[in-house]
C-alpha cells in the first residue's frame, strides 16, 4: 500500500506527515478496539489529494461531480479532502466506505462522526510531526478517550480560528456542537 504514496503525494514534508497520520491512527484504532488496518489506510492516503493547486481542486472536482457548498467554493483547499477519498478508490482500489468516508470528513469534521472518522479527524491533528503547544496531552486524551481528545480539537480549532479572524465551516461548527463544545461568541457572527 505504501508504495505509489510518495509518488502520488508528490512532497517529502506531506509523505512524513500521512506516515505519521497513519501510525497515530493505528495507535488510536488499537487503543480503542478498532480495526487497525483500516485505520493505517485511511490514514496513510487522507492527504493525496492536499498539494493541489485550487484550479486543479476546482477542475478535478467539477469533473467528478462532487457536491460542494459555499464554504469549499471560498476556500478550494477543504476540497481535498473529498478529493483524496476519490484517488484513493480510482488510484489505489480502496473499496471500503468506511475508509473513504474517514478521508472525505478528516478536514472540516461531520455533525456525524463514527469512530473511524473520529481517528482519522484526530490523528490529522495529533501525529508527532504537527508542532503545537498541548499536542502531547491531547493524545494522550484521544487515547484515552476519543470523545474528550474530539472535544479538545475541536476546542483548540475554534480558538485558533477566533484568534485569527477566521470563519470555521458549517461542517465543523455542527461537528463541535455534536460534541456539546461551546462555540467562541465572536465566531457566530461571523
Ligand atoms: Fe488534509
Ligand atoms: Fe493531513
Known amino acids: 500500500m505504501t508504495h ?14 500521512s506516515i505519521g497520520v497513519a501510525r497515530t491512527a493505528e495507535r488510536l484504532a488499537m487503543a480503542h478496539g478498532l480495526e487497525a488496518r483500516r485505520a493505517r489506510i485511511a490514514g496513510l492516503l487522507h492527504d493525496l489529494a492536499r498539494l493541489w493547486p485550487k484550479d ?28 483524496s477519498a476519490e484517488l484513493a478508490r480510482e488510484r489505489f ?11 472525505r470528513k478528516h478536514t472540516l469534521g ?5 469512530p473511524l472518522d473520529v481517528v482519522i479527524y484526530l490523528a490529522d491533528a495529533l501525529e508527532p510531526w504537527r508542532a503545537y503547544d498541548g499536542r502531547a496531552a491531547i493524545l494522550d486524551t484521544a487515547l484515552r478517550d ?3 481528545g474530539m472535544r479538545a480539537v475541536l476546542e483548540s480549532t475554534l480558538r485558533h480560528h477566533a484568534a485569527r479572524g477566521l470563519t470555521p465551516a458549517p461542517k ?18 461571523a
Open 4 to 17: 505509489g504514496v510518495r509518488e502520488e503525494i508528490g512532497q517529502e514534508a506531506r509523505y512524513r506527515h
Open 56 to 83: 486543479r481542486l476546482l477542475a478535478e472536482a467539477h469533473r467528478r461531480r462532487l457536491a460542494l457548498d459555499d464554504f469549499d467554493m471560498a476556500h478550494p483547499v477543504v476540497i481535498h479532502a473529498p478529493l
Open 110 to 114: 461531520e455533525a456525524h462522526m463514527n
Open 93 to 103: 482500489g480502496v473499496r471500503d466506505d468506511g475508509v473513504l468516508g474517514a478521508i
Open 146 to 148: 476519543l470523545d474528550a
Open 172 to 189: 465543523t461548527l455542527a461537528c463541535a456542537r455534536a460534541y456539546g463544545v461551546a462555540i467562541p461568541k465572536e465566531l457566530l457572527y
